[in-house]
């Protein structure tokens, strides 16, 4: 998954991702000062530049994000000019790498009116399954006569 902010000027907009564990605690901010967490799991850019203008790029891969990893938050930052109101139009996208075209975030400049940064998104890492919906299933792959083997089996990769 990448965040992409493409200034619509030469100025820096500039993103970060914070990391935050099941306890609420930061466990990493990956920014243009510290680009990397996990060996490339989270990966900043730096600044770069395209036709003159600014373009910040955050990679994540999903499937590597440590378990204890429990959200991300996606935030945006002016480094100039001194707050987000001096950008008026600028490309914001959150996107699987597979489909760069689908937008997976709606967020408008305004929003963030005179602020210096704001969060744009969060993701959280929920299980699907409550442990309700696995003992239901359980209980009905045993009325079935499923070994009790396979119905661990089962439920492990259903919880994958």
């Known amino acids: ?91 914001i996208m959150l996107y699987e790498n597979s489909k760069p075209d689908a937008n997976m975030l709606e967020y408008s400049i305004d929003q963030a009116a005179t602020s210096v940064s704001s969060v744009m998104a969060r993701m959280i890492r929920k299980p699907l399954w409550s442990e309700g919906d696995s003992r239901v299933v359980a209980r009905v792959l045993r009325k079935l006569r499923m070994p009790l083997l396979c119905i661990d089996v089962c439920l492990a990769m259903a919880a994958e």
């Not at 373009?55 to 996606?74: C, D, M, N, R, W």
């Open 1 to 91: 998954m990448t965040l992409k902010l493409d200034s619509d000027t030469a100025h820096i907009l500039c993103g970060a991702c914070l990391l935050y564990n099941e306890l609420n605690e930061c466990e990493k901010v990956v920014c243009h000062s510290d680009r990397d967490f996990g060996g490339g799991v989270v990966r900043h850019s730096g600044d770069t530049k395209v036709d003159g203008k600014s373009v910040h790029t955050i990679g994540v891969v999903l499937s590597k994000v440590p378990a204890e990893v429990t959200q991300l938050y996606f935030t945006i930052c002016s480094c100039a000019p001194h707050d987000l109101s001096g950008f008026k139009n600028p490309s």
